[in-house]
C-alpha cells in the first residue's frame, strides 16, 4: 500500500478538522507535522500531563517549589511535543505496511507517499537531537532517565506483535515523565513517583484500550493484538478496573508526597484530584459505545480533561 493515493490535500483521516497544520502551516512542512500528529495534539497531552503531575507532586513533597520549576515545566511542554513526534515518527516507520492496511491509518503520511522512510528517519532524528538539547538543561539524575525512556519508546511499537497488551507498553513509554519532572525538581526518586508513574499506566489502559476500539475488526484481519480485541465485550468492566487502579495508586501517590510536612488541608484537596478525575473516567464510561467509532475518538480526545483535573486540585495543594 505504500503508493496509495492521499486523502484531499492529503489530510490524515482522524485528524482534527479544522486543525492549524492544516490550514497555516506552510505546504512542504505539513507532511512532517501530520508524521508528527502535530495535527491531532491529543497525544503531546497526554504525555505531557504525567510530567506536571510528577512536578506539582515533587514541589509538595519537598515543600520547596522554586523558580527554577517554571522551566522544568516549559521543558516538559517543548520535549513532549517533540519526543512525542519522534515516537510517532519511529511508530509509523515500523508500522507502515501495517498502517496502509488498516481504514484509518492509511492515509498516513508514509503509507500514502508523502514521506519516504528515509526522510521519515532523518525528521525523527532531528526531532530526538531537539528533545536532547532540552533535556540536557536538567540535572543528572533526570538525563539519565530521559536517554532510559529511550527503551520504552523504541519497543511500544513492535508489542502490538507479540503480546495482547501492546497498551501496557504505551504506559511505560508515555508515563514515563512522571518519573523524570519529579526527579528534575528533587534530584532523585521517591515512592510518590513510582505510585504515580503505575496510576499513569493504569490511566493509560483506559484510554488507550477506546482508542484501539476504533481498529478491532482492521487488527483481526491482519494479525495485530490490543487490548481492545482481548477484552472484546467484557471492555467495560476492564476499564472499571483500570479506573479503580488509577485512583487508588494516585491516592497513594499524593499520600507519600504530602506526607509528614504538609498541612491537613492540602493533602485533602490534593486527595481531591484523583477522586475528580476518577467521576470523569466513569463518565467517560457511562458514554461508551464499542460500536460508534466517532464516539470512541471523542471519548479518547476528552482524556486531555481527564488528566487536568488532578492538577487544578495539585496546584490548589501547594498555594495553602
Given at each position: ?70 522551566w ?44 519516504s522512510?528515509?526522510?521519515?528517519v ?52 508515555f ?82 508526597a ?26 467517560q ?18 482524556n ?6 488532578p ?10
Amino acid at each position: 500500500m505504500q503508493g496509495q493515493a492521499p486523502t484531499p490535500d492529503g489530510q490524515v483521516a482522524d485528524a482534527v478538522t479544522g486543525n492549524w497544520v492544516d490550514i497555516h502551516a506552510p505546504a512542504w512542512s505539513r507532511p512532517f507535522l501530520r508524521l508528527s500528529r502535530a495535527d491531532r495534539p491529543i497525544g503531546t497531552w497526554l504525555l505531557l500531563l504525567p510530567c506536571w503531575w510528577g512536578l506539582m507532586l515533587a514541589m509538595l513533597d519537598g515543600q520547596d517549589a522554586r523558580w527554577g520549576d517554571l522551566w522544568i515545566a516549559a521543558g516538559c511542554g517543548m520535549g513532549a511535543f517533540l519526543m512525542r513526534g519522534a515516537g510517532c515518527t519511529w511508530n509509523d516507520i515500523t508500522d507502515r505496511d501495517f498502517d496502509g492496511r488498516v481504514e484509518r491509518t492509511r492515509s498516513r503520511p508514509i503509507p500514502s507517499g508523502q514521506v519516504s522512510v528515509r526522510m521519515a528517519v532523518v525528521w525523527m532524528v532531528a526531532q530526538a537531537l531537539l528533545a536532547l538539547m532540552i533535556l540536557l538543561t536538567f540535572n543528572r539524575a533526570a538525563i539519565a532517565l530521559g536517554v532510559l525512556s529511550l527503551l520504552p519508546v523504541a519497543v511500544y511499537p513492535f508489542a502490538k506483535r507479540f503480546t495482547w497488551w501492546p497498551q501496557a507498553f504505551l504506559g511505560l513509554a508515555f508515563n514515563w515523565g512522571a518519573l523524570l519532572a519529579w526527579t528534575a525538581h528533587a534530584g532523585s526518586l521517591g515512592w510518590g513517583a513510582v505510585f504515580l508513574y503505575a496510576a499513569g499506566i493504569s490511566w493509560t489502559l483506559f484510554y488507550d484500550t477506546i482508542y484501539a476500539h476504533q481498529d478491532t475488526e482492521d487488527d483481526a484481519l491482519i494479525g495485530v493484538k490490543s487490548t481492545a480485541r482481548l477484552f472484546g465485550d467484557q471492555t467495560p468492566r476492564w476499564m472499571t478496573y483500570f479506573l479503580v487502579a488509577t485512583v487508588s495508586l494516585m491516592g497513594v501517590a499524593v499520600i507519600e508526597a504530602a506526607l509528614p510536612d504538609a498541612s491537613i488541608l492540602a493533602l485533602v484537596l490534593a486527595l481531591a484530584g484523583p477522586w475528580a478525575m476518577g467521576w470523569h473516567m466513569a463518565w467517560q464510561l457511562r458514554g461508551l459505545d464499542l460500536n460508534d467509532n466517532g464516539k470512541l475518538l471523542q471519548l479518547f480526545r476528552v482524556n486531555r480533561d481527564t488528566g487536568l483535573i488532578p492538577l487544578i486540585f495539585f496546584g490548589a495543594a501547594l498555594f495553602v
